[in-house]
């Protein structure tokens, strides 16, 4: 028989731990979607209802507060993923001066503290007499999502083979032929990668959101605000069913993936 | 650099890069601009901010352009105590988080790579957290814990060790996937013990992953304000110094103290990186 080996078993069983760790808050939040309203507070357990998923805009503001973190989400990565993209190319393609600089800027955003980040562009409304509100706040997660859709997507321009686009050339492409029907095309999956990525950041950020958003409200601040006096079941129910379309997402695109490697590994 | 391995591993490929002034300007432009306008100009406004002085007319929240290095005294002697706090809170959470994650990610990367079945349900279960709001998750917890926990040290830490795990695990699991595992036959071919393949093999050529992997959780721990604030995991002795940044600059509008605390965050921060890296010989990784 052999025998029991603790170095064998110690991976799997932390590992486990880790997961159940990581997924009991999940679960927790899951469940409470399902709890039955008496008072305020979404703390203790009251009894099953369906009630809070067939209204789920039924608390004050909640449906108003998602709205704007999908809308932010949305402008946020779009700005950013065609700003961060056409840096990434620039930095794997191109040698020029100042660029181990840029590099650097880029790279700084990730490096600073949010609260730093969040402090310095309200600093710098304040002197601008800007007024704070969701335009600020897409200027601000702009800034920060930039940085990571540039580190995305450069791996991926890194990747590719320029043979595939001197061959497109010889063919007399034009410049522009061969970027929008073989370059972008190719760097596809890098940047939907990068776009998924920055909605996450966006769509999930609190701290810098909390220091430029003024009066307007996001989903994260939504909660924040009303942690105090007992966040409403709805909550629950719309961060369940982001978290339920993204991993069908995931999926999909996961499927996908394995289901057209499959057809090439025939071919 | 390290954060690279944060967007999984591609193959580099030989590129002949070019020069092509106009091109490069017209795609770097835009976004460096935008850089320049809504991240280093705001640096620099944090900077001069720190600096400020109370206005005459002493309004709530008027400051005027002037040079008081003496608000970083101010702030240091009024909330050392704060700054201290959030870099233990960080360090240990930073540990506690790497000895639960090195596991997960070495299961996921390497004992479960012969099914990649497997290995994608427990990715998905890795990156499920960042799909719902940190804030419910952090509230989650504060109904499992018994409420005897609430308001300690512990519970902060407990909380910024769950926040930033799957971040950890993703850069760490990138370096575990491209480890050869031939390199570990070869290992215990040669008659080294389980433990001296792994000290000797996989924990240098995993190091870039842990690099990262620590890096990306303790920078936004030690700036945290949630998880430690009073609604949340925190009580009334584990305020860190986000919170107090974000009470100074949003309710008493003392912005000069907020910025100063800011730029101090930041520096000490940039040490402690700086000798890490260079400790770590990771140098060639960022």
Known sequence: ?267 | MAFTAFSGNTKAVEQHPRRQGWVVLLLLAPGIAYMLLFFVAPFIQLALTALQAPAASGGIGQYVAALEFGNYWTALSEYWPHLVRSFIYALTATIIGLLISYPLAYLIGVKVRSKPMLQGILLILVVAPFFISMLLRTLAWKSILPSELIGTHFSVIFGLVYNFIPFMVLPMFASLQALDLRLLEAGSDLYASPVTTFRRVTLPLSMPGIVSGTLLSFIPMSGDYVVASREFLGGTSTAMIGNVIESNFLQTQNYPMAAALSIMLMVIILIMIATYVRKSGAEDLL
């Not at chain 1, 052999?2 to 999940?26: E, M, N, R, T």
């Not at chain 1, 709205?67 to 989400?73: K, P």
């Not at chain 1, 706040?137 to 990747?159: E, G, N, P, T």
């Not at chain 1, 497109?168 to 522009?176: I, K, N, Q, T, V």
């Open chain 1, 1 to 267: 028989m052999k025998k029991f080996s603790l170095g064998k078993a110690f991976v799997p069983v932390v590992g486990a731990i880790g997961l159940i760790y990581l997924l009991l808050p999940i679960a927790h939040v899951i469940l409470f979607s399902f709890n039955e309203k008496r008072g305020r507070n979404n703390i203790i357990w009251n009894g099953f209802t369906l009630a809070n998923w067939q209204n789920p805009c039924g608390a004050p503001q909640v449906c108003t507060a998602f709205g704007n973190s999908i809308m932010v989400g949305l402008v946020s990565t779009v700005i950013a993923t065609v700003l961060g993209t056409m840096i990434a190319i620039a930095l794997v393609r191109y040698r020029f001066k100042f660029r181990s600089t840029i590099s650097l800027l880029l790279f700084t955003p990730m490096a600073t503290p949010e609260v730093v980040l969040g402090a310095g562009l309200a600093a710098q409304f304040l002197l601008a007499g800007v007024e704070k509100g969701l335009g600020t706040v897409i200027l601000a997660h702009v800034m920060f999502c930039i940085s990571y859709v540039v580190v995305a997507v450069k791996a991926r321009v890194a990747s590719l083979n320029p043979a595939i686009e001197e061959a497109g050339r010889d063919l007399y492409a034009s410049p522009g032929q061969v970027f929008w029907r073989i370059t972008l095309p190719m760097l596809m999956p890098g940047i939907i990668g990068a776009a998924l990525l920055s909605f996450a950041l966006s769509f999930d950020d609190f701290i810098i959101t909390n220091f430029n958003s003024g009066t307007a409200t996001t989903f994260p601040k939504f909660i924040y605000v009303s942690a105090l006096k007992g966040v409403p079941a709805q909550a629950n129910v719309l961060a369940s069913i982001v978290l339920i379309g993204a991993l069908l997402l995931v999926i999909i695109v996961q499927s996908v993936n394995i289901s057209r490697q499959k057809k090439l590994a025939t071919r």
